[in-house]
């Protein structure tokens, strides 16, 4: 006969659901500021570079997903409206295109992304789109006016029109920041600048910040990898490479797609960077000039993009701030991808007569909607985060996401996201996810909040990472769902490499539109949410909350008490949890039951005459072991039979260990494990049968034990 074994203790298992790609959300991360105003031009490159302002450049190439919410603000009623050549029907009928267009579609909605082609950057288009596109930024999105903003477009027509490029003088008196494609200065600078390389500031040849020629291979790659010559034989999503950055954060400046550039001279333009499918002789700083002359019109190509710049970078207003939680918090800019996010204005987010903390989705006198977010400046490290939530969330628009999170980079993230993703009949309401999401890193659940309150706790270490959401509000972890726990999740170094090293909290509040391929919905109405309170603990006071070492890594602890990791006194190579009372103290994690009968064992040792041990599944008490009244000699192993019907193959299960006496009553716990037997036996039976005999004291479900 065949045992499987699903050893508890050497995993944090969680829910198997699919993977779900994450929207990007709508913050100044999606911007890099550029700093360093007055740095010289590249002597030893192509005698580019040289900027006298400080600016910000786009992080990412402009994806499908934004610019389809552009051809959606543009062109309600579609592509008879089209007179500016906006939408290339090549983004549709090319495998390589990543916008369709559908004329029966409601207005508004005629232009959807491809499946998994949302967050690839556009291409076909050409020089007039990009500008045009800036425009639109500048002026705010939805209804605002592709002809004027950064540039001034006369007599304009189909891929088509008079430009009044601005000026440097006129880019550095602005009275207000507007978008714009880079000047060839500003593409040069942003790539292959760096006023931290080794030995003085200066440039690199490659845009990964390196003298060494990247890596052409498919994505992630390493810190010198990108998407050239064929390597991957198509388009990557924007910063796929994320560990290849230049020195000022953005990504993909070498490779995936040729970025266009305000730069023209006697009438045509240039763009810059190289593509997927040219050579590696296109990605150095001495190759920059290699694709000037192109005609402003070209529109058909399909590794031609772009990316946008803001300036000048020296108006760019500082942050608002807000004072909550007796900390000081920037109130987000106004910097749009998918939604726009308002400028710190009271009508969006503010602090009551409590002290507490509101923001509000709410729709502007433009008719655009605005979301809000706030953000620590400074990085709090290793800890325990505690955000105390005031409003049933459940009770908000399916397409709206209130988020808390600490962010380090897209893929080095620790979400609580609250959200429906714009599924009214969605089976969760939460989730909790270490980016990038998979199988591995996300959990999701129904919150099912008894009233408004609820409080979600990130303990963020080295090597792990627990989340754990509750009913009411608390200021440490509950121990059991009685006590109003709802779910929890761990994530730890054996199950991959998605735990960041640095972070700032942010709190959020906005409208999943992916990117704006989904419109906002026409029932949407204003909406708020109110966090109570936010509580950091640093991590050297919470650092026995958690089990990280050994064998028993991936079970929480709590209670009045302590629950450490302790060397097996009979076996200095084994690492045991050992339990002491204050009054109760327990262990718990959530688990995947299997789906036919198996034994649960553990080893345990009371190391003293008082105390019961509890054992708890699913909330229910199943057994309770009483102390034998003095203290063991060595590790015990009892088996439990379970057969319960109503526990079989669920996942994300709570098993728990309390141990409740007199202060002081301790005890030792080690190798959980389930062992599932394939068929049920006349021998199994006889042994559920003999251990219900000798079980002292039990109830709650049909699960026995042996000793």
Request: hydrophobic share 35%; with cysteine; glycine share 10%.
């Amino acid at each position: 006969m065949t045992i499987h074994r699903a050893v508890l203790c050497l995993l944090g298992i969680g829910v198997l659901i699919p993977q779900v790609l994450q929207p990007a959300q709508a913050t100044d991360a999606d911007l890099v500021r550029v700093t360093n105003a007055g740095n010289p031009d590249d002597a030893h490159g192509s005698g580019y570079g040289g900027v006298a302002y400080e600016y910000s450049m786009g992080k990412y190439e402009v994806t499908n997903a934004e610019y389809c919410a552009f051809l959606n603000s543009k062109l309600p009623t579609g592509t008879a409206a089209d007179t500016y050549g906006l939408y290339n029907p090549l983004m549709g009928s090319s495998p390589a295109g990543g916008i369709v267009f559908t004329d029966i579609a409601p207005g508004g909605a005629k232009f959807t992304t491809k499946p998994g082609a949302s967050q690839l950057p556009v291409v076909y288009v050409c020089w007039y789109d990009a500008i045009r596109y800036a425009n639109w930024l500048t002026n705010g999105q939805g209804t605002g006016d592709t002809e004027t903003g950064g540039y001034t477009i006369l007599s304009g027509g189909y891929n088509s029109g008079t430009v009044l490029v601005p000026t440097t003088a006129e880019r550095m008196g602005w009275a207000s920041p507007r978008f714009v494609l880079p000047t060839e200065d500003e593409w040069y600078k942003a790539a292959w600048y760096d006023p931290s390389k080794a030995g003085a500031p200066g440039y690199w040849d490659y845009a990964t910040r390196t003298d060494t020629r990247p890596v052409g291979e498919p994505p992630p790659g390493s810190a010198n990898s990108a998407n050239y010559g064929y390597a991957v034989n198509a388009l990557t999503n924007v910063g796929a490479y994320s560990a290849a950055q230049g020195a000022y954060g953005t990504f993909d400046q070498n490779g995936n797609v040729w970025e266009w550039a305000e730069t023209m001279a006697a009438g045509l333009g240039m763009y810059c960077g190289g593509s997927w499918r040219h050579g590696a002789a296109y990605l150095p700083a001495s190759s920059f000039l290699s694709h000037s002359g192109q005609a402003l019109d070209f529109e058909n190509s399909d590794e031609v993009g772009f990316r946008v710049a803001l300036v000048p970078g020296t108006e760019l207003p500082p942050l608002p701030t807000i004072q909550f939680a007796g900390r000081q918090w920037d109130v987000e800019h106004n910097v749009p991808r998918s939604t726009p996010y308002d400028s710190g204005s009271p009508e969006s987010v503010w602090t009551d007569s409590q002290g507490r903390l509101h923001l509000k989705i709410r729709r502007s006198g433009d008719g655009n909607w605005l979301c809000a977010e706030v953000m620590l400046p400074d990085p709090l490290g290793y800890g325990r985060y505690l955000f105390k939530v005031a409003t049933n969330t459940e009770e908000l628009h399916a397409q709206t996401v209130a988020a808390m999170f600490l962010y380090q980079d897209d893929n080095h993230e620790i979400d609580v996201e609250m959200t429906r993703w714009n599924d009214p009949n969605a089976s969760y309401s939460c989730q909790f996810v270490t980016q990038p999401p998979s199988v591995e890193t996300m959990k999701r659940f129904k919150l099912d909040l008894a009233g408004d309150y609820s409080t979600h706790f990130i303990d963020w270490l080295p090597d792990s990472i627990y989340w754990q959401s509750n009913h009411g509000h608390y200021d440490n972890p509950p121990s059991s769902k009685d006590a109003g726990m709802i779910s929890s999740f761990f994530y730890d170094r054996t199950q991959g490499d998605s735990i960041p090293t640095d972070g700032n909290v942010h709190i959020s509040f906005w409208i999943y539109t992916e990117g704006g391929a989904i419109p906002v919905s026409t029932e949407l109405t204003d909406q708020e949410i109110v966090i109570a309170d936010f509580r950091f603990l640093k991590m050297s006071d919470v650092a026995n909350s958690r089990f990280a070492l050994g064998t028993l890594a991936g079970w929480a602890a709590g209670g009045q008490g302590v629950a450490e990791v302790v060397v097996d006194p009979n076996d200095s190579s084994n690492q045991v949890a050992r339990l002491t009372t204050g009054s109760a103290v327990s262990i718990w994690q959530d688990v995947d039951i299997l789906e036919s009968e198996f034994f649960l064992r553990f080893d345990h040792r009371f190391m003293t005459g008082t105390g019961n041990l509890e054992v708890w599944i699913d909330g229910g008490l199943v057994a309770i072991l009483a102390s034998p009244g003095s203290a063991e000699e060595s590790l015990t192993k009892s088996e439990f039979a379970i057969g319960d019907a109503n526990l079989l193959g669920r996942s994300g299960v709570e098993l728990l260990f309390r141990l409740d006496g007199p202060a002081g009553s301790s005890m030792l716990i080690d190798n959980v494990e389930m062992i599932e037997v394939p068929e049920p036996s006349w021998l199994f039976l006889l042994t559920v049968l003999a251990a219900a005999v000798r079980c002292g004291r039990h109830k709650g479900r049909s699960m026995d034990v042996t000793t």
